[in-house]
């Protein structure tokens, strides 16, 4: 049994620890408020989806003892959410049909349970506030071949405006008794920067009575590796289709140039963004 005086003791490390873990605190928002004002000078958006991704992982890597590796990834995102507060306010649109609440969780979760969220009755709204400048980040459902709203569409054109995927969520999965099984990407107005583990999301326009089996071909054949063909819309007289790649991709990469430069079968090719890989179970020793 433990004696009152060692109790005591041991409450008073407890308050000198936390002291400690205080100072370091400020001390980091201090850096961050630097980081803010240099991210402004060169026009830089203040979320780092990619870094934040990296963080997580390299503190996970190196975690040890009996507290629990999920308990410090979301005690990490609230702390991450509260330095992106001291560089700049943040809103997040977050899709939210009538029934249910899945998504404005996950958003909570990963973007702070203190940062403004906005909930918008369809996923085009969300689009268009992050697209117009209203929120920094909006939250929408993972795509499927049943979408009745495939926002993903929308965001195939050239405008530096239009918002790119730059996460999945959730990062760490969900918390006990939250979220049944829903999952969404995160989409802002910036292009994510691989970290070395990641996974990207391709939009190709192609001609009429394309196979799955062809399309896979051609990609195979430029060098890119899909993961899932996500979705596939009719425009007009050809078909649109949303596929995920292993590994990042960005805009200039050659192998968009070599998938594209027959126009047959694929007549366009638009990188919609990416996102670092989430956690899964095996990462969190759960």
Known sequence: MVSNTSLE??????????DTIHDLLMQRASVVEQ????KGQSNLPPLSPGREAEILRRLVARHQGRFPK??????????????????????????????????????????GAYTQTTALRSCGQVVHAVAEGTAGVGVVPMPDRDDVEPWWISLMGDSAALPRIVARLPFAGPGPGRGDGVEALAIARSMPQG???DRSWL??????DI???RLRSALGAAGIEPTVMA???RSDDN????????????????????????????????????????????????
Request: aromatic share 6%; no cysteine.
């Open 239 to 286: 078909w649109l289709h949303l596929t995920e790649i292993s590994g990042h991709l960005s805009p200039d990469d050659r192998r968009i140039a070599r998938l594209t430069e027959r126009k047959e079968p694929v007549l366009r090719a638009v990188v919609l963004g990416g996102y670092a890989v989430p956690f899964g179970p095996e990462d969190l020793g759960e």
């Open 231 to 233: 979705a596939t819309q």
């Open 203 to 208: 939009a190709l326009e192609t001609t009429p």
């Open 195 to 197: 970290t070395g583990y």
């Open 70 to 111: 999920a308990s410090l990834v979301r005690l990490w995102r609230e702390l991450i959410a509260g330095m992106v507060a001291v560089q700049t306010p943040l809103v997040v649109a977050v899709f939210m049909p009538e029934r249910g609440t899945g998504y404005l969780e996950l958003a909570r979760d990963h973007y």
């Open 211 to 213: 196979s799955r089996a």
């Open 9 to 18: 003791t041991l409450r008073q490390d407890i308050d000198r620890i936390d």
């Open 35 to 38: 980081v803010g004002l240099l």
